[in-house]
């Protein structure tokens, strides 16, 4: 096939083109969304997910959350549909707090993964905001890790910042996640993504 130069000028790349063949290099490597939620108004009881398949080993999911009055962030797994509620959630959380002091969270076993100290609900900001990384929750034989990050603004006006991981103990395939906390939720913005292997 013969090879011609294109002046850089002479292509608009915002066009569409319709291609015949195959089409190397253009890649497919990163992130690729699943789906999501926002919403503000809504007063729920939780926001989940049954997105986790086969088809990829990471999911990575970027939340901003708002309670309807001062709580903490909770996120718990799923599996066939359900969530789950036993106490196979152990993490730990290392933060800091705006006036210097140190805010960890740390749970030998719990019933949920906890992301943010109780923080206020405000209409100005949100109350939790940060990114989780789900590795392997579909592989029936392994346990379902995550690492965290969640910044808060807590109910005494100090920022927080919190970073770490999590593992449920019990082995299982789990299709989904959901964030809730001891409010209900006011707004959320989820979204979530598979991470490309190839």
Known sequence: MP?????????DLSDDFAF??????AGSNGLVRLGGASATGQNVGD???DLFTTSYDFYFVTFAVSYVSATTCWVRLRSSSSYLTGGNYAQGMVGIRSDGSARNIVHATSTYF??????????SHNSHAGSLL????????????????????DTSGNVIDKTGGGVYLATGSHN???I????NLD?????????SQT
């Open 3 to 11: 090879f011609n130069k294109i002046q850089s000028e002479g292509l």
């Open 176 to 178: 989904g996640f959901g």
């Open 114 to 123: 906890q992301l943010g100290s109780s923080a206020e609900a405000s209409a």
């Open 180 to 183: 809730m906390g001891g409010a």
């Open 134 to 153: 789900f590795q392997k929750p579909m592989v029936s034989s392994k346990t379902t890790q995550m690492n965290m990050q969640c910044t808060v603004l």
């Open 20 to 25: 015949t063949g195959t089409v190397t290099g």
């Open 47 to 49: 926001v989940s997910f």
């Open 187 to 195: 707004e959320y913005n989820i979204q979530v993504f598979g991470v």
